[in-house]
């Protein structure tokens, strides 16, 4: 879902008050209009957000140290004939730009590239169902069955919990809840102007759609797991980066050194996601560090690696770029949900996928099915048999937390691109997770056939207890 504006806009976002102590440098303010160019770029054409809630939700609560170049950044123009997003940062340089594509959403441009650049980025032609999907029932379709909720589920109590999301009870800013057991959906909750089809960004929840793409292609015979990962920036003889495979990558046990700018974490790749940088020539860069599969370190590198793994296998950027939707996400009905990539055509699935709370349960049910997926009586495996244990089994290199007696008290321990609940009250052990930044939760209960869905816009300490809300949930309904 997209909006279309009639004429081409020019937009003043109200920055935050500049510092007098922290002058941003002229690369600062390039990166913030970077980052600027590209949320609002996919909140628009993406989602549809209007002007007014990409400002209090995509641009609010943005890293700290963008704060100053942020607000130092010049005019943005939102141009809906070339479906672009331009921010300003200096006159004599052009301005950031984000430039977006059907199925493939916004990417962000070099820095010092002009709109002329745009005709390089990648493109891919898919076809969708000629059908309205409000007229074809759940899972493939929107409709949902009109009879009543099992009476198993404690009704009062479960409206009660649902409700909690968005008050102060777990806390967090909830945009979204929605909750499937045995296949269907019983509850569901959306903020004030979404629904079923208001898009947002999945932050890392991005990396499990990721590692389900490499499980298409593993049962597809096109990758195999134990492989070495054999990238063409690692090709030169003696380079001991050639060792790591395929599940090091997986298993966040790649073994590289992943903080390249000082003061920031191994988690922030800043220059990929919205300032222009190609993964190819930024996640491939770093040496190693510790032996491959040995030491568990999150790295968003990792996971953007093992898609440009899958990429250089398949030889053919053409079949690539159409694949993700081909193997897994139209195959499951999901047509709302867009990976973005880079301007050289690699998809960026450590963070920026765009989805629905629905598309999210839709992944959560084909997991529940061991990876075959069922609608009107006819079934297909997507996923290779066994794979669903296999991401939500602990990897041999887990967190500290998740490391001697720690290990006993709760805690989010790792499998491959999903998280582990160990030992939260109220939670079986056999619960997996994909999470994100603000909030993102896809909550898979295989015990309970049960998937929870959970969006928001959380900041620091104000943040959603997923743990919480998901032993809440599970009390109110039946084992």
Not at 106 to 132: D, E, M, S, Y
Not at 186 to 210: F, L
Not at 403 to 423: S, V
């Amino acid at each position: 879902m997209r909006v279309g504006f009639a004429a081409a806009l020019t937009v003043l976002f109200a920055g935050q008050a500049l510092s007098q102590e922290n002058t941003p440098s002229r690369q600062d303010i390039a990166l913030a209009a970077g980052y600027k160019a590209m949320f609002t770029c996919s909140a628009i054409f993406n989602a549809g957000k209007s002007l007014d809630q990409i400002s209090d939700d995509e641009l609010a609560n943005i890293y700290p140290d963008f704060a100053d170049g942020m607000a130092a950044t010049g005019k943005t123009v939102i141009d809906a004939n070339t479906q672009t997003v331009s921010v300003s940062f200096a006159d004599d340089m052009p301005p950031r730009i984000s430039a977006w594509r059907e199925h493939l959403g916004c990417t962000a441009l070099p820095q010092g590239a002009n709109a002329g650049f745009i005709q390089n980025l990648p493109r891919v032609k898919l076809k969708f169902p000629k059908v309205n999907m409000a007229d074809v029932d759940w899972p493939m379709g929107d409709r949902l069955p009109d009879s009543p909720l099992p009476e198993t589920i404690d009704q009062a109590a479960f409206e009660v919990v649902l409700d909690g999301a968005f008050g102060d009870r777990f806390k967090g800013n909830t945009t979204a809840t929605l909750i499937l057991q045995n296949g269907r959906i019983i509850g569901e909750r959306y903020r004030d102007g979404w629904d079923m089809h208001t898009s947002q960004r999945t932050w890392s929840v991005a990396k499990s759609v990721g590692a389900s793409i490499i499980g298409a292609a593993v049962e597809d015979g096109i990758i195999d797991v134990e492989d070495k990962a054999d990238l063409d920036a690692w090709s030169r003889p003696g380079d001991p980066r050639a060792e790591i495979t395929l599940e090091n990558l997986l298993h966040m046990a790649s073994g590289l050194h992943s903080d390249p700018e000082p003061g920031k974490g191994g988690n922030r790749t800043d220059q990929v996601y919205f300032g222009g940088g190609l993964m190819a020539q930024q996640a491939t860069r770093n040496p190693l560090e510790a032996p491959a599969g040995e030491r568990w370190k999150y790295a968003n590198n990792d996971t953007m690696l093992a898609m440009r793994v899958l990429r250089e296998n398949m030889d053919n950027d053409r079949k690539y770029h159409a694949y993700p939707f081909k193997a897994l996400l139209h195959e499951i009905g999901m047509f709302n949900t867009v990976p973005e990539m880079d301007w050289g055509g690699d998809f960026i699935l450590s963070s920026q996928v765009w989805t629905t709370s629905r598309d999210l349960a839709r992944l959560g049910q084909l997991y529940l099915n061991n990876g075959i997926w069922t609608h009107d009586g006819q079934s297909k495996r997507i996923l290779p048999e066994g794979w669903a244990d296999y991401v939500a089994a602990p990897a041999p290199a887990q967190p500290a937390n998740r490391q001697g007696e720690k290990a006993l008290e709760p805690g989010r321990g790792y499998g491959a691109q999903f998280w582990r609940y160990e030992n939260y009250p109220g939670v079986p052990n056999d619960t997996y997770a994909a999470l994100g930044n603000r909030g993102q939760f896809l909550i898979i209960v295989p015990s309970r056939n049960a998937v929870i869905v959970r969006r928001g816009y959380d900041w620091r300490e104000n943040y959603f207890d997923g743990p919480a809300f998901t032993a809440a949930v599970l009390e109110t309904l039946a084992p």
